[in-house]
């Protein structure tokens, strides 16, 4: 290397004033590495999602992490869509998914007409989203989502709650830990109906998308953006203040006051609890009318899981979409599901103590005192492996005493250990971690 590039890469490696590590030697902000105990948890937590999902008989399905930004671009004012990490390769205009939503009716779409409806799919994916970054809130996360397409009865989103909250119980989460709140955007819409929505139903997913704000910016920046005369929406104060007052209620008799007596969207909430009675969970999916969600696409039932200490953000969020395959231009099919991400579980994973210890997943360990013994050991590795088990032969001049440390920590079950000794014999000693006891057995076992 000459000097010049010798003192370029010295440089990217710290900045000599002020002894910081460059920036490419660090993640982008927002962004995870996973190291082995990082990934083993992830790991953990994934074949949760995995063995809930398929307890509920949905597949797992995938897409690619890169879309046309035209899939993500929507008109609503929502926040995902103005967080999009975008960029243009080859006249192409793509991004990085923020949720894996519209790349799964992407994939209906295309094969809409071949489709046995109700589909249940579910996906555990990374997603991108430019972020302010706050607890709980990063640029990347994965979420576990389950949809199920074709189906407008309340029939899926029962199921959809049950196994959100089958998860729940499966992380060791005591009931009540975690309540599901649970709104209709229908009952909303309905109260809207003889005012705003009747000349203009276009505003009403802006207006979800300015509602959802009220917990970060107040009721009275909610009410500036309804009623902005320059906006999207322009209710009068009136009619703010009337979707205010509804946003308060927190039961379903209290909801029912400002629907019509004859209201769809009350009679299939009261469906809904009535199948979630059935499930055992009712009393963990409170009636909320504050929840309204941010996504433009919602057009029924909408949900979010919260920890019931309230001092994270959502653990989870989902509801109905039917209208999402029709505006991006497929064959209406009604739709619903969730997304649930794996930081906030985390933390509240780690604020309950309940992560499980998770070691790495190595059987046994083969070591070999000098070069002479290493063809030995590797028949004894190979042969091991050639019977299912996970084994770890020792590299190079590690040290017996550090090994047999390491292996005492990682919980691996057996040692095999071939000297000189050993060779002469004809044998490799295996020593039993657990039980603390030793046997020798015949190199010859390994053979073949
Ligand atoms: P979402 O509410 O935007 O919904 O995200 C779902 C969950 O993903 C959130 O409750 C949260 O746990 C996690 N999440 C979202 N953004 C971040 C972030 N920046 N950092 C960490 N975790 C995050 C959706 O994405 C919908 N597509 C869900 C859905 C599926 N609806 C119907 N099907």
């Known amino acids: 290397m000459s000097r010049a590039s010798n003192r370029d890469a010295k440089e990217k490696k710290t900045d000599a004033k002020s002894g910081q590590v460059s920036r490419a030697l660090q993640a982008p902000r927002g962004t995870r590495d996973f190291y082995p105990e990082d990934m083993r948890r992830r790991t953990w937590l994934f074949e949760q999602f995995r063995e809930v999902a398929a307890g509920f008989g949905f597949e797992e399905v995938d897409a690619p992490m890169v879309e046309h930004l035209d899939l993500f671009r929507r008109k609503a004012g929502e926040e995902i869509v103005d967080q999009l990490y975008h960029f243009e390769l080859h006249d192409r205009e793509l991004a990085l998914r923020a949720e894996m939503t519209p790349s799964i009716a992407r994939m209906v779409i295309a094969r809409q007409g071949a489709m046995r409806f109700p589909i249940r799919w579910f996906t555990i994916t990374q997603n991108w989203r430019y972020e302010r970054m706050t607890r709980g809130r990063k640029r990347e996360h994965y979420q576990w989502n389950m949809d199920v397409w074709g189906e407008p009865g309340v029939e899926a989103e029962a199921e959809l709650l049950s196994a959100l909250l089958s998860l729940i119980d499966r992380l060791g989460l005591a009931r009540g830990k975690v309540k599901i709140r649970l709104n209709s955007r229908a009952l909303l819409e309905e109260?809207?109906?003889?005012?705003?929505l009747r000349e203009r139903p276009q505003v009403f997913e802006p207006l979800c998308v300015v509602i959802d704000k009220i917990d970060k910016i107040g009721p009275e920046a909610v009410t500036e953006q309804l009623c902005d005369p320059e906006g999207a929406i322009g209710l009068t104060p009136d009619q703010a203040a009337r979707v205010l007052e509804i946003l308060g209620a927190r039961s379903l008799d209290e909801a029912e006051k400002y629907a019509a007596s004859d209201s769809p969207a009350i009679a299939e909430l009261r469906e809904l609890y009535t199948l979630l009675e059935a499930y055992g969970?009712?009393?963990?999916?409170?009636?909320?009318a504050s929840v309204v969600r941010g996504l433009a696409y919602y057009t029924g039932f909408v949900f979010e899981a919260f920890d019931a200490g309230g001092t994270l953000r959502a653990i989870a969020g989902g509801g109905r979409y039917d209208r999402l395959a029709e505006t991006l231009g497929g064959k209406p099919v009604p739709a619903a599901g969730?997304?649930?991400g794996d930081v906030v579980i985390g933390e509240l994973l780690e604020d309950e103590g309940l992560w499980p210890e998770l070691l790495p997943d190595v059987q046994d360990i083969v070591y070999a005192f000098g070069p002479a013994e290493k063809p030995a050991a590797i028949q004894v590795a190979t042969r091991?492996?050639?019977q299912g088990?996970?084994?770890?032969?020792?590299?190079?001049?590690?040290k017996l005493k550090r090994l047999l440390g390491d292996a005492d920590k990682s919980g691996a079950e057996r040692v095999f250990l071939i000297g000189e000794a050993e060779m002469s014999?004809?044998?490799v000693k295996v020593r039993d971690l657990a039980e603390k006891q030793e046997h020798e057995e015949a190199l010859s076992s390994f053979e073949g």
Do not use: W
Not at 191 to 196: D, I, N
Not at 281 to 288: G, L, N, S, T, Y
């Open 281 to 288: 969970i009712a009393d963990q999916v409170p009636f909320d």
């Open 425 to 427: 014999k004809g044998v």
């Open 384 to 386: 091991l492996r050639t």
């Open 191 to 196: 109260s809207l109906r003889e005012g705003v």
């Open 389 to 398: 088990r996970r084994v770890e032969l020792s590299l190079g001049k590690t």
């Open 338 to 340: 969730f997304g649930f």
